[in-house]
Structure formats: C-alpha cells, structure tokens
C-alpha cells in the first residue's frame, strides 16, 4: 500500500489565528483506495487541517500537493472541482430543500437552463439506491433524520466525482445499523479507488475502518500509523499525550490524593440525570471539598454531564439532589440559587462577554443573582476585584480594560473569578485549561486545589488526563455518552488505568 | 490623540462645524436673548426641535443596546397623541390643569401597554424585533386614525400647549421634558446594574444565560422604556401643533432615531450603548436639518445628507470594509 | 464483512408523519387561499354588485405596481434579507420618468432609463450588503434615503406626464366584455409574476436563492454562488421597484417624489401574508400574488361597506401580519 504515490500530500502546513497557531508544520499524506482516520482531541486541530485542505481558510505556510500539481483551493468550490468532496461535522445542507435538491443543488442536470426536475429526482433515486436508501427524493430534507440527512450528504459528496473523501465526524448522530451502513458504503467506495479521509472519536469504529491513522495533538503532528501496528491503548496515550513542558512546571504540585481528604456532606447527587443525545442517565455524588474528575475523550459526553448539573442544558430523565432535597433546574438562574456555579468551555461564545471589561465580567454573575436594582457600590466592586485580579494573578491587571484585549488564559481566570465571588458551594469547571500557556495552567491548578480545600465542591473536566489525576479525589470516566466507571483517585491509579476504561479495552 | 479617537469625537467635530457654518448666513445665530424671561435664539430652537427626536432616540438606544430594534415608535407616537388629544377635546373645560394632566397620563400608558406588547411578541413569543416591532408600526397609525376618526383633532388647551410650546424657567418645556428623560434613563441604567445587564445580554446572550442573567425580563423592559419614552415625544409634538395628526406624528422618526443612536457610537448588533451619543446623534440631525434651511437649500435634501451618513457610518462600523478598503488592521480581532 | 441490510421499510407512522410535515409549509399559503376565499364570499353575500368580474380585475389595475414590487420584495426575503428601499425608488423613478419627459426626452429613451437607474441602484446595495457585510435593514435604509433624497432634489411637486406613450399605456383597456377589462399594467405585472415563479422554480439562481435562506452558510460550502445570488436579488428588487414605479407612473399620469409612502410596508406585508417565510427558505410567488389581492381585497371591501373609514386597512393588516407571523413561528417551530 505504502508504494503507491499519494493522492493527497500535504508539507509543513501552518496556520495562526490571532493568538494561538493551530497548526504547527503538519504532514499529511493520503493514498488513493484507503481509509485514513485523523485523530486527535479537541483542540489538536483535525478540523482547521480539513479547513485548510478544503479551501475554508488559507495556510499561513507550507505546500498542497493533488497528485503532481501544487494546490491551493480559495473556495469549497473550487476544491470540489478539484475532486475533493467533504462532509462537514454538523450536516451542512438545506434542509429547506428537497432531498434531490440537496444532492445536486448547483450540478442539477439542466437543458437550456430549465432544471430537468423529474431527470434529477430520478437520479436522485438511483444515486441513493447505492447507499441502500429508498427516500421520497421530493420531500424537503428537514422532514428526515439527522443520520438521513448525513447519508444524503454523502451521497451528494459521491455524486462530485470525487478522488478524496472527507468524512468529518459523520457517525456523531447515527445508530449502529446506520454506522454498519455507512462503513460498507465506505468500502465501497474505497474499493473503487477514493481515498477517504476519516474523523471520528469513537474508537472501534476507526479500528473497524481506517487503514492508516495520523494523530495530531495541539496542533503538531504526533505521527502516522497503520491501523494494525498501533493498539487502541498507544493511541489514546498518543492522543492524550502528556506535555513535555508543561509537566515540568506542573511536576512539584502535589496530587489530589496525596492530600487528607475530609469529605465534607453531600452536596449535590444525581439520580438517573440524563439528556437524549447527551448522556445516558447516570447517579453520581458530589461532596463538599472534593473534586471530582470527568475523563473521557471528546464526544464522551463530559461536557454534556457537566452541563446537566448547572441546569444549561434541561436533564429529560432523572433529577439532581441539593442538600439531599430533589431539585429541577429549569434555568441556570435555579442553580445559581442552590450555590452552583458553572464556566463553560466555550470560553469566547459562552464565557465572557468580550467588549465588557474585566471588572464588569467579574461582578456579572454576582449582579446578576441579586437583580438589577441592588448594584454592587463601587467600592465593594473594586474591593472585590482587586482582591480577584491579585489571587489570580490577572495580566493585565487593569479592570477597566475590555476582556477581549486578554489573553486565552487571562480570559478563563476571569471567568474563574466571576464565579469565586458568589462563593459557590458547587463549581462545575469545563477545559478552564485548554489552549492557554503553561504557566496559566499551573495557576488555574493551584486554584482548583486551594478553592476544594476551603471546602467548595468542584466538578472538573479536562481533556488532560494529567491534570484529571493530579487534582481529582473521585474520577468519572466516560466513553459513549455513558458513565462507565467511578475511581477513587488512590495511588494504584495511574493513567494507564485510566485510560484503558477510556479505551474500553479492560473490563473492569 | 486620545481625544481624537474618542469614540464621540466625529459627530461632535461634525456638530460644531455645522453650528460654525451657520454663522455665514445668518449672523445672530448664536446669539441668544432674553424675552420676557424666556431664552430665545437658534441654538434653543434647535434644542427645543429636537426634544422629540431624543426622546425616542434614547428609548431606541435601549432596545439596540440588547440587540432589538423597535420600528413602531413613530406609531406609538401618533396614538399617545391622539388619544390625549381625544380626551382633552372632551373635556368640558380644556384648560382644566387636571384634566390635561389625565389625558397625558392616558396617552402614555397606552404607550406602556403597546409596550408590553412589543417586549412579549420579542421575548416571550421568540420573534425577530425588526418583524415584531413592523406589526405595531403598520397597525399603529390606523389605530392612531381610529382614536380621531380620521380627522385632525385640533385642540385650544393653554395647559397642553405648554408641554410642546410653553417655557419655564427660561427653558422650553419640551426640551426640560427630554432633559428629565434623559436623566432618568442615565440614572435607571448607570446607578442601577441595568445598564451592565442590557450591555451584557445584547453582547453575548448565551453567556448571559449561563452567568444567571434573566434576559426575558430586561427586553420586555426595554421595549416598555421605549414606547413610554415615543408616547411622552407623541405628546410634545401634538402640543406643539395644537392637534393630533395621525399621519404626520412621528412621521419617518423610527430611521432618524436609529440614526441617532448609530451617530452616537451604539453598534446596531447590540451591547455598549452611550445615552450622551445619542443625544449628540439627535442634535446633530436636528441641527441639520436647521442649517440646511439657514443655508437656503431645499430642507428635503437632508434625506441625502443621512443617506450619506448612514453609508459612511456603517461602512466604517463593518470591519469587512476596514480590512478591504482602509487596510487597516482592526484593533478588535482578538478573537478567533 | 458486515451485512448489509436494506433498511427496514419506513414505519407507516413515520411516514404519515412526513406527510404531514411536508404538508405543513403549505400551511400559510393555504390559510392565505382560505382567507381571500371567505372574504370575497363575505363581500359577494353583503355587498351588491361585489360579484361583477370587475371587481376582482379592479384589484389588479389598482395594485399591479404592487405586485411588481412586491415579486422583487419576495426574491430578496426568500434569502432572509429585506428592502426597505422600494417605496422611494418607486417615487424616484417617477420623478425621473416625469422629469426627463416634462423636458421633451422621447419615450423610448426614458423608459429603459429608469429602468437601469433602479437596477444600479439594487446594484449598489446588494454590494454594500456582500462584500462590506453591512445588515441589509441598514444598507437599504440608506439606499431609502438617498432615492428619496434625490427624487426631493430634483422637483418636491407633482409632475404631470403628458407624453403619447404614456397616456396610451395608462388608458389602453384590454376588455373581456362589455365593461369587463383590464389595464396593460395588469399583463405587465402578471408578467413578470410568471417570469419570477419560473426562475424561482426552474432555474439555478432561483433555487440558489432558496438554500441562501435555507442556511447561508450550508450553501456556501455546498459551492453555491451565494455572494453573486445575493447581489443579484438586490438588484432585482430594484429593477422591479424602477418596473413598478414606470407603472404607477402609468396609474397616476405624473411623477411625485413624495408617491408611494410606506409602499415598503405594504410590499412585505403581502409577501408575509402570501406566506413567505421572513426568516427565508420557504414560500411561493404564487403566495405574494395571494398576499397582494389580500390587501386589494380588504381596500375593495371597505370602500363598498361605504360606513368603514380607511384606516380600518391599516388595522386589519396589522392583524392579519400579526396571525401570519404567529403562524410561521408556529410552523417553523413544530417542523424543527
């Protein structure tokens, strides 16, 4: 396999966006007739490398090679004409349009300009047939399911003529008879010569798959495999990977369970909490001064638990115990009330309010809670956040300065602050350390320790196993939008344990 | 320098050379003088014409600020009008202090229910502002028509008169109505947390949620501020003319409000808003208006001024234009 | 090797279902259908002599500038965007027309004059609104203003038209039958209403325009030419504005800046009414056309109740927006 030229070659890509690189001198290589499967956690930028390689975004360095010319594509368009044909994560169809509409919307087979509407309809059909689908090709997309609609997207994707495939997460939305489905068409497919190029974080289904794998991780490129020679255990650990640096820096913490944990009372308990498409419902407990660790890769459902206990999103099953009294959080507002706080890991879209200034996002939640009528005086408001910006160290530590001239790391302190001060009984933290410096990092560590000694509970999720192990008592790990394990965080677990139930190699 | 990129620093520079201009063709524009204890001169004329337009303008500003737009100002006006226009006609005595009193307290709480109905059709039924404010602004001047029956209702009240025409304490009473307004909306948004809850929720309305923020209840809010405040500028006008005229009320006042509030520094996708930029937006188109008259050209060329305007404004508001035009990087694009 | 399975046959129940959401975007239209139907039914049943075939043809030699515009107006919200722009193009258009003949300009030179001035113009801000990123509420806004702008420049009174072809085309009658007949505005109009349901339907820019209101950003990366779509609706609805004024120039044998106040109003209402999503995405020409005899309908049924004053229109439109906009919130909400 490896003798063949391939089809796709990509060299040394770069690309930065203002204040971060997501992709730092990357290869990528695709042969024809394979699957390949791009791996890597949130943030290890698969999908900017799709972008890039698709015409989304420009490179900011390094070579496009299709076959023997030198590529670089200004459009999807224009990479479509090329012969490159993609599937993006979320469907990205009309749903408007009718199912033939969709395939062929901007190719529709036309005679002096009148769209030949029954010619398509019926090529529709027979285009469909291919991928086993029997549709009313008339009606409009919206009226079928997510998992249709992904088969209607591919079968738009292989009607273009396409040497490569670009599959971006297309099995988050179906079930397994679909998947099954969906992997003999991709046999298929490869069999008649598309290379095709693979995203998905459900393990088994790449080990079912793909031929080969590239893993990527912050944006560097880690390697490229063959399927066969790299067992599921390597490639988490590849994928989660630590880093060299920050372990440094990180290495004279003391872990979580090196400490005396007093379990303080029960603060919050799930009982069968669950959202359809989310996370199966689940029972877990939370105790005062203790951390507790959701691990998982992305897509395992941590951020979506997470969010059920802060009522962001509304739990369809189950229900949450405060203080050992049932509770149904309809709105964030609720939870608040009850001591719970919660950041979100979409720092930008769900975090800050980037034109406000760091003291105006500091008291947000706080004024919030007490209604517009009753503002914070000023005097307590800089009390508090001078008192906020020293602890947390904030840089620059001007308040009135518009949060969106910080820094990543400086912006998730802010956020980390706006929730301190309401002195919450419960902080529910997501990826508060994603994609921001080592040193930040560290800082936010030492917080999360200090807060769960003082007796805050503290709900944490990460996507670094390190730093799940180092500041959790309790860890949550999930795979598959399920809870498939609790540890208590003894010394005889290690991330090797950890992530063989991520993996679901071991039964434990 | 600083001064300079003051956010207010164009419009007020335009406003000054505006004033400035005057003085070429009418030279006692500034002067002001002294009438029997009222202060008189162009400076107040133009102040007291453009009580109206401030009014309703700061309303406005509060609704952009959390991301709306209310186009049904202009209708609100002409029915606070004409209802207070309707009641004071069928009083027995038109001068009675009390009975004008009622009759505007009337019109502007029927300004405070079309109000609420705005803010629900916003918040609570989930319609875009720009089409839910359209129904109120189609239907409202039939309903204005409805209260005089179609005809102009003209009314001889001496103490209605005084709320558009009248002075004291030197001042016109319109422009200390618009003054008091102001203030009280600095003093709701900047000295309670309103201001930062509608700058936060017209930011970022998903964090808004997640930090607690009833966002449901501050846009009905808004929408009521901004009808009271079209309802009090319907009155003014009304009594300015000395009748309720539901075609002409507010006329068009709904683009000069959005102007108003753009000229002022307020984004039109919401978030940060200036109640001083605003007023400095309402004059500013006011004393255009003015000048255009004192220069001797037609007063309806000042349609293309604002054309002019709003095309400059917006074009230096979209940062697409900055990067393709000025090529000047912008100082915002932190994020990602 | 897995086995692969047919799928199992859709459920009935499932399909049913289907059924009934396909169904359920013709919801609007059909409610538009039914309502026209029981109005005219009433109108026939109350008022004498409302059953004459005149009458309805009446409806369209009154609105069949309307109904042009109100076409282009459907092409620019079928992609989610507005114009607010027609009602003074349509006055500029016949200021201009006015003008140009008042000055002895032939016909023939005029009238594809005008007709290129409304393009330009819908031109002008479709590419403000594309490559500056400016929100189309506000680059029509401007284009509103510098149309009427303009128009005011260049005269503020009526122009009466004398010209042959003119005169000819507004008192040429197609007739039917003895007092059964039709104006040429009325073919023209219907004209261009099947010239627009065939692109809309048959051609690549019409259905491009659909997945533009569909999802912007899913046509984009389905390769579509969104950006070149968008322009083109803008200018479009220009044309059709420019084609709408030459008829109500022909309606109204003159030209006035201050024509068809509001017209913008009236165009989205019927293109709402009609059963156009305002979102995008969904509707039908053939629904405008619905939209427009709607309000043509209302105007006819007042005028012969003869006791019910005009704005009684106005209020009714507002209502029946209101119901309409209720209504695909309704839908939209349920087929999601």
Redesign the interface.
Known sequence: MGSRPPVLEMTGIRKVFPGVTALDDVDFRLLPGEVHALMGENGAGKSTLIKVLTGVYGTDGGEIRLGDTSVLFGSPLQAQQAGISTVYQEVNLCTNLSVAENIFIGREPRSLGRIRWAEMRRRAVELLARLDLTLDVSAPLSTYSLAIQQMVAIARAIDIDAKVLILDEPTSSLDASEVAQLFAVMRRLKDAGVAILFVSHFLDQVYEVADRMTVLRNGRLIGEYRTADLPQMQLVARMIGKDLEALEELESQPRSSARELERGPLIAKAVGLGRAGGIAPFDMEIHAGEVVGLAGLLGSGRTEMARLFFGADRADTGHLEIDGKPLVLRSPRTAMAHGIGFSSENRRTEGVVAELSVRENIILALQAARGWTRPIARRRQDELVDKYVKALNIRPADPDMPVRNLSGGNQQKVLLARWLITEPRLLIIDEPTRGIDVGAKAEIQRIVAELADGGTAVLFVSAELDEVLRLSHKIEVLRDRRLVEELDNTDDVDADRVMRTIAGGVAS | MNFVRHRLFWPAAILVALLASNIFFSSGFFSITVHDGHLYGSIIDILRRSAPLILVGIGMTLVIATGGIDLSVGSVMAISGALACLLIGDLDNQNSVIGVLLACAAGIVLSLVLGIWNGTLVASIGIQPIIATLILMVAGRGIAQLITDGQILNVTSAPYKVIGAGYTIALPVSVLIAAGMVAIAVVLTRRTALGLLIEAVGGSPTASRLAGIQARRLTIMVYVFSAICAGIAGLIYSSNVSSADSNAAGNLIELDAILAVVIGGTRLTGGRFSLAGTVLGAVLIETLNVTTVSIGIPVETTLLFKAIVVIVLCLVQSAAFRAKVLRRPSRVGASA | ???????P?TPPAKARN?VL??NR?HVPVLATLALLIIMYAVGVANYRGFSDTQVVLNIFVDNAFLLVVAAGMTFVILTGG?DLSVGAVVALTTTVAATLLHAGWSAAVVLPLVLLMGTVLGLGMGA?IH?????P???T??????A???A??IN?NSIPITDGFWTAMAEERIRFGPGVFISTSVVISLVVVLIGAYVL????FG??V??I???A?????????VGRTRIAVYTLSGFCSALGGVLYSFYMSSGY?LNAQGME?DA??AVVIGGVL??G??GYLFGTVLGVLVLGLIQTIITFQGTL???????????L??AF??LQ?AVTRR??
């Open positions: 090797m897995i086995d692969v399975t047919a799928p046959g289907r959401k396909q975007r507005i403000v490559f500056f990123q400016v929100e509420f506000i680059a806004l401007a284009g509103m203003f510098l009427r702008g303009i005011l420049l503020r339907a048959y051609t690549r259905r491009t659909y997945a209101g569909g999802s950003d899913s046509a984009l990366l389905m390769g579509l030419p800046s109003l989205i209402a305002l979102t995405g969904s004053s005009s704005w009684w229109t106005r209020i009714v439109v507002g209502v927006l209101f906009i209720v919130r087929s999601r």
